[in-house]
């Protein structure tokens, strides 16, 4: 091969030993201004060694989907959520969810199906009057999903306030209540979107396209989400808490770096915490929930050698409410990570096998497009 004058002819090493040092520095920047600005909140902030809590009555919720094609165009799904709960004897439960939608932005939807059912089982365990209810994830970032905040976006067309209402009359039930996701009930869904389809066409005077309608059933779905989280923040003060295995939030130290990035390279391998920060849970506007909640932000290392974990408490903790927490969850940790999420994750989880179970037990014929071929 000839290669021509002037022109580089370089080799994926050369060009992975250039940029190395440069990746490095961007990624971990343990000197100049911003590594030397990070060091000093670490070393003011970190509450080195956790103790042993005597919280006994502990429960965790969990949750986990699954989805394939059914048909051309058309999507199965399956959403579980477990409680797992240690008393003088442990208590468990499960609910399933089991639909079929169309495949507008369906991994989107159908986590807000598994995000409402992780709710409502919450909402339920708060019976068993726990001392610590713990959930994955983050309160935040329920409520904050970026871009997917909504499919409009920040702005939502005006005809949606009127359809909320149309649809919590015509299904005559609290959206809150159950264990169930009731805007991805089968039949309840095919009754939305009747009445998506009617408003819709009167507002704009024409009947609405397939994307439009498609677009409100998803914003309604997350709607039954968020009206489902406001029940659970303002029942469940005092003992509601996400623990986050991974997180890519910037609040604590308005860094590059994301503040479990920042936790795991600058503090030492024993176990300790950051002194709490507060923030504030705020619905957005479109959602027409108005209450707000304190959050009380810290990332701990439960036990040495172990990767952190972001903690948010519901309402304002202080740092004695917190080494009472965090040493409870030390107290039944396994490699850092609390023995009740992860019992519960593993009664949550829906894997390949049972997505083909389903699909063999439904006895609907798979479509892949490529039957014609003869494969």
């Known amino acids: 091969m000839v290669v021509e004058s002037g022109l580089p002819f370089e080799s994926i090493e050369e060009a992975l030993i250039e940029a190395r040092s440069r990746v490095s520095s961007f990624l971990f920047p343990k000197s100049g201004v911003e590594g030397d600005a990070l060091l000093s909140v670490i070393r ?23 989805s394939d094609y059914l048909t051309l165009g058309q999507v199965i799904f399956v959403v579980s959520a477990s409680l797992f709960m240690k008393d003088s004897e442990p208590v468990i439960g499960r609910k399933y969810q089991i639909g079929v939608m169309d495949d507008y932005h369906y991994r989107e939807r159908v986590s807000f199906c598994r995000e409402t059912m992780e709710i409502k089982m919450a909402l339920r365990s708060l019976e068993l009057e726990p001392e610590i209810l ?40 609290d959206l809150t209540q159950g264990l169930l ?74 860094s590059r770096l994301p503040d479990m990035e920042v936790v795991r390279r600058y503090t030492s391998l024993e176990s300790g915490y950051l002194s709490p920060k507060s923030a504030e849970l705020r619905f957005p506007e479109y959602s027409g929930i108005e209450d707000t909640y304190r959050i009380t932000l810290t990332y701990a290392r439960l036990e040495r050698a172990t990767n952190p974990l972001r903690v948010e408490v519901l ?9 009472e927490l965090l040493g409870s969850l030390a107290r039944y940790s396994v490699r850092g990570y609390p023995y009740h999420l992860r019992r519960v994750h593993e009664l949550a989880k829906i894997g390949r096998d049972l997505m083909s179970h389903l699909a063999r037990n439904l006895l609907v014929p798979e479509v892949s497009g490529r039957e014609r071929i003869g494969e």
Not at 219 to 228: K, N, Q, T
Not at 315 to 323: I, R
């Open 134 to 173: 713990l959930m994955d994830g983050s309160f935040l970032a329920m409520v904050d999903r970026g871009l997917w905040s909504t499919p409009y976006g920040q702005k939502v067309p005006y005809p949606m306030r009127r359809i909320l209402r149309e649809v919590e009359s015509a299904l005559g039930v």
């Open 44 to 66: 003011r902030e970190w509450r080195s060694g956790i103790g042993r809590g005597k919280m006994e009555r502990i429960a965790a919720v969990d949750g986990s989907n699954n």
């Open 181 to 254: 996701s009731h805007t991805h009930l089968m039949d309840i869904s095919s009754m939305i979107e009747e009445i998506v389809t009617s408003v819709l066409e009167d507002e704009k005077g024409r009947p609405p396209e397939r994307d439009e309608v498609r677009r409100t059933m998803a914003f309604i779905e997350r709607y039954e989400m968020l009206s489902s989280l406001n029940e659970l923040l303002r029942r469940g003060g005092g003992i509601l808490v996400a623990v986050a295995k991974r997180s890519g939030s910037r609040l604590y130290f308005n």
């Open 315 to 323: 309402g304002d903790a202080d740092e004695s409410f917190l080494e």
